[in-house]
């Protein structure tokens, strides 16, 4: 069969068949080179290593062989922090939108807690009185389970304001706090490890004018 340029197909597809076994033979070759520059450059290290050691007493090579293997191990030792570390990371981080989630859950179970208990209905009906030990439960299960996963409360009230751990809301003015001192809690914020959840969201102290 001709092809418009005069040539023949099977002319063509010898040409591109050649074309793809010159570049794999190519790839191949360099393949074969960079795996012998690698045996080479092991070689030339074991026999410098060799030519070290060669004229050293055996118990400086025995200092020798302890100080390589004490380093052996430590590298291991330190692959091994690495990787557990790395895991509690990953961890942390498949969690965390469940967790953030939940904390909209204990938000709402504290606020009607705090609703409930601000008003005089509880001490004037059981029925609201068993309702409330029962969000109050609910809330105790949720903070525990958040402890068996390192879910911590960010200590906010009374401590200097960490823009790393709280968000400022608004200023208070005071007369007997330093300024930047967290005096009024309006959400509180969570970390799970060194992972911050959310901030709290608080008001600061400042110098009264």
Known sequence: MQGLDGYSLDHYILNNHNYHMN??????????????????????????????????????????????????????????KRYEREKEDLGNYVIS??????????DNLQR???????????NNDENIEKFV????????QIINTFEKFKIEQ??????????????AMFEVESEDKEAGIVVEVV????KIGDRLLRPALVGVSKKKS
């Open 187 to 190: 959400q509180e914020g969570y």
């Open 23 to 80: 570049k794999k033979k190519s790839k191949s070759d360099k393949s074969k080179i960079d795996s012998n520059d690698v045996n080479t450059k092991q070689d030339i290290n074991e026999e410098t290593y060799e030519e070290e050691v060669k004229d050293l007493t055996v118990e400086e090579k025995l200092a020798d062989t302890e100080n390589r293997l004490l380093r052996t191990l430590a590298e291991t030792e330190n692959l091994r």
């Open 97 to 106: 939108n469940f967790a953030k989630e939940t904390l909209n859950i204990l």
């Open 133 to 140: 030990e029962g969000i109050e439960l609910t809330e105790k």
């Open 154 to 167: 960010v200590q906010s009230l009374g401590s200097q304001f960490d823009p790393n751990l709280h968000q």
């Open 112 to 122: 009607a807690l705090s609703s409930i208990k601000n008003g005089e209905s509880k």
